[in-house]
């Protein structure tokens, strides 16, 4: 079960003003975009699909390649934006979408879960306020009649479905809709209303980026000491002794050499030592706690599969790896006509751009155990920072 975000990042924000669209403009130190796009990684939220207009060359610059983000070009309506990233990650498995306005930057990871559980239970979520003030309508600066306010609500996004359901319901409709919910509806899906929150605010006019201002504030200062900005380190250490064979394994890069690593897994010392720094910053033991020596259904496996279970015990408990560093202690083979294709191999797996993984190297000039080249050494240090 994959779930994506999709953020509509495409619109001009003429009603905001300000010369720039308002998903680009500041806000309590970052951008709207970004506190969007936090939001929804502090959700636990890895897949994101952005939709950007195709004037914004510096966006598309910015967030091509970046990690768990695919990118397609806005339409000349919200839907079509829509529509555009749907299709833009048919070829995907994503089982369910979360549809957002990157123009509601104040969403709270309580809410996504909340619409991400809600959509578990059936074909399609979203939040919405009860109408509690009186309605009229009115004409010419004059009221010209009321309304009935039962059984009316306010739209939020983030809008939830499942992920087929909704793009065949947006190929489906003709034209523009006020939101996913209408086109959802005009395809005959059930959607299950979910309680919004009144500080999810859409940015629309000017004075709302001083509203969304004072919500972020008051929701920094509500969180708790242990909410606030979390910075952990971690280390590694690890060794295995050289043995018959023909090639290693480290970092996940295979190098011809006249001896192999010995080990119950690949014996990859250097990503052992990586996966290992992980754990150390969370507090979660090292890879034997999780991978039991003693269960043959570990031997022989690739140590990938040790470090993407470091990476996603990191992101459930709400961490962002920072940057990670290896040594690798060794008289042979020689590590750097490697290590470009281990840092980008590691940095695919934690999914984190290559400049931030370094792996280098050292010899122990002929002394103690790599000194002899009897085994490799491996030293890791990795940050892990929760916002
Ligand atoms: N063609 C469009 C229009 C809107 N949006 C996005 O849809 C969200 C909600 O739309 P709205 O608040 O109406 O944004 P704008 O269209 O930018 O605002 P305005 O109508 O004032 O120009 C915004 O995140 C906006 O970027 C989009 O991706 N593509
Ligand atoms: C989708 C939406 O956010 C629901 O409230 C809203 O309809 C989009 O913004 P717009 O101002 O109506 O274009």
Redesign the pocket.
């Known amino acids: 079960m994959t779930t994506a975000v999709l953020?509509?990042?495409?619109?001009?924000?003429?009603?905001?003003g300000g010369g720039l669209?308002?998903?680009w403009r500041p806000l309590k130190g970052r951008r709207v975009i970004d506190w969007t796009l936090a939001a929804f990684r502090q959700a636990g939220i890895e897949k994101i699909v952005l939709?950007l207009?195709p004037d914004d060359s510096e966006a598309w610059a910015e967030f091509q390649g970046q990690p768990g983000i695919v990118l397609a070009p806005?339409?000349?309506?919200?839907s079509?934006?829509?529509l555009n990233g749907l299709e833009a990650i048919e070829a995907q498995n994503i089982t369910r979408v979360l549809i957002h306005?990157?123009?509601?930057p104040c969403i709270a990871p309580d809410l996504i879960h909340a619409v991400e559980d809600a959509l578990a239970a059936g074909s399609a979520a979203a939040p919405a306020l009860a109408v509690t003030d009186a309605l009229w309508t009115g004409h010419e600066g004059k009221v010209t009649g009321t309304r009935d306010r039962d059984g009316l609500f306010a739209a939020q996004t983030p809008q939830g479905f499942r992920y087929a359901e909704i793009l065949a319901a947006h190929r489906a409709h003709p034209g523009e809709a006020a939101d996913d919910v209408a086109v959802a509806r005009a395809a005959g899906l059930d959607v299950a209303i979910v309680p919004g929150n009144p500080d999810n605010i859409?940015?629309?006019g000017p004075a709302d980026f001083a509203r969304a201002e004072v919500i972020l504030d008051r929701a920094d200062n509500d969180r708790s000491e242990e909410d606030r900005m979390d910075i952990r380190l971690g280390n590694g250490y690890d060794v295995h002794r050289f043995g018959a064979g023909n090639h290693v394994v480290l970092c996940g890069v295979k190098i011809p050499h006249d001896k192999g690593l010995q080990g119950h897994s690949d014996a990859d010392v250097g990503m052992h030592a990586v996966t290992d720094a992980i754990y150390g910053a969370l507090a979660e033991g090292d890879i034997g706690r999780h991978f039991p020596p003693s269960d043959p259904q570990w031997k022989g496996a690739a140590s990938d599969i040790f470090l993407r279970h470091a990476v996603e015990l990191a992101r459930n408990k709400g961490f962002q790896i920072s940057n990670v560093d290896c040594t690798l202690v060794c008289e042979y083979p020689k590590i750097t006509p490697h290590s470009a294709k281990m840092q980008a191999q590691m940095a695919s797996i934690l999914g984190i751009d290559a400049d931030r993984v370094s792996v280098k190297a050292t010899t122990s000039e002929r002394l103690g155990f790599t000194g002899r080249s009897e085994g490799i050494a491996a030293l890791a240090t990795a940050a892990l920072v929760k916002s």
């Open positions: 953020i509509v990042a495409a619109g001009r924000g003429t009603r905001a669209p308002k998903q939709v207009s806005g339409g000349d309506t919200r079509r934006s829509v306005d990157a123009a509601r859409k940015i629309t």
